[in-house]
């Protein structure tokens, strides 16, 4: 399982970062995706990277606002969250990727963190 860290409180146009770091055997050969969750909505794609760090995938409402990358010694995947607005609010986790599933879909990721809490005030 992932450890996401980070998260906390913000005003809208501030910026966090956040932390996924890995401990299993698998982490250094996959791509990490990070989603999100709002209240009473669906899971949805951020951003991912490949085990190389080479690619990266960004969901549209956040692209050119967030920044994924990835320390491949230190077993860490960070998300840099730049211009926060209210609607970035919501519970961030990372996981693992595996299979053929596009970086997009979520099922296919496993070994989930347990989520880290965003809040962006207006």
């Known amino acids: 399982q992932l450890q996401a860290s980070g998260g906390g409180l913000v005003q809208a146009g501030g910026s966090l970062r956040l932390s996924c770091a890995g401990s299993g055997s698998t982490f250094s050969t996959s791509g990490v995706g990070w989603f999100r969750q709002a209240p009473g909505k669906e899971r949805e794609f951020v951003a991912a990277?490949?085990?190389?760090?080479?690619?990266?995938y960004y969901g549209d409402s956040v692209k050119g606002r967030f920044a994924i990358s990835r320390d491949i010694a230190q077993n860490t995947v960070d998300l840099q969250m730049n211009n926060l607005m209210p609607e970035d609010t919501a519970v961030y986790y990372c996981?693992?990727?595996?299979?053929?599933?596009?970086?997009?879909?979520?099922?296919?990721?496993?070994?989930w963190g347990q989520g880290t809490l965003v809040t962006v005030s207006s």
């Open positions: 990277i490949t085990y190389d760090g080479r690619r990266k």
């Open positions: 996981a693992e990727k595996y299979g053929s599933f596009y970086y997009t879909e979520k099922h296919g990721y496993n070994h």
